[in-house]
C-alpha cells in the first residue's frame, strides 16, 4: 500500500497552516490524501540548487514545502516555476506569489503530489488528451465541449484551474486505487496541530467506582459477622 499521509512545512510567514488547508479544501484534492503540518525546524529542508538561486526541498518523502516565491532565501522568479518535485523521493515544494486564489495553490500542491506517484501530471495536452476527452464525456464533465472544441485555448482560459482539477482527479481515477473514490470523495479532515492534544480537566466524581467497591465489601463483612 502507497503512502498517502504527506507532511506539510510552510516556510511562508505570510500564510497559516490553516490557510493552506483552505487551498487544500479549496481545490478539493480528495480525502485519500491527508495533510499533517510539521513544524519548519532548520534541519528539515535543504535548499536544492538545481535552478539558480535554489527552491527549498524538504528531505523527508512524503513531504511538500509552502514557500513564498519572494523570500530572499529563495530564487523562484529564476525557475520561471511555481512548483518542482523528485519523484523518486517522493518531495515537492511550490511557491506562493501570494496573488494566487486559493484553489489554485491547492490545485499547484497537488500536482507536484501527483508527480511523487509517478503520475503524468504534464500530459494534460499530451499523451493523456484523448482519452481525458473520453472521460470528460462519459462523465457528462460541464468541461467536455468547451475542452474538446479548443483543448489548448480552454486550458488557458479563466477555466484554467477547474480543467486541471478534472484532470488531476482523472488521473487518480486512472492510476490510483483510492478509498475515497469507491465510497464518494469525502471532505478533507481537519488538520491536527503541532500542539500536543491535553484532555479538558475532569474533576473527579464523589462515590467513584473503587469507593462503592470497598462500601460494598464493608456491608458483606459486616453481614458475614453478623451471621
Ligand atoms: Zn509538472
Known sequence: MVNLVWTIINLDSSVSDSTIQGWIAAAGIPSCFR??????????????????????????????IISSATDPRFNWAVTGASGMAIPTLQQATVGHWGNESGSEMGTRM????????????????????????????????????????????????????????????????KYMECECFRLGCGEQPSVPSDEPYVPPYVPPESGSGTDNKWLWIGVVGLLWILL
Request: proline share 7%; charged share 10%.
Open 35 to 64: 495533510f499533517v503540518f510539521q513544524s519548519p525546524f532548520a534541519n528539515a529542508w535543504t535548499l536544492n540548487t538545481v535552478y539558480v538561486g535554489g527552491v527549498p526541498m524538504p528531505i523527508t518523502p512524503w513531504t511538500i
Open 110 to 173: 497537488w500536482h507536484e503530489i501527483l508527480h511523487c506517484y509517478d503520475l503524468p501530471a504534464d500530459s494534460l495536452q499530451t499523451s493523456e488528451r484523448a482519452e481525458f476527452i473520453e472521460y470528460l464525456r462519459t462523465t457528462g464533465s460541464p468541461h467536455y465541449s468547451g475542452f474538446v472544441s479548443d483543448p489548448l485555448g480552454y486550458e488557458n482560459s479563466a477555466n484554467h484551474t477547474q480543467i486541471l482539477i478534472a484532470f488531476y482527479i482523472y488521473l487518480m481515477h
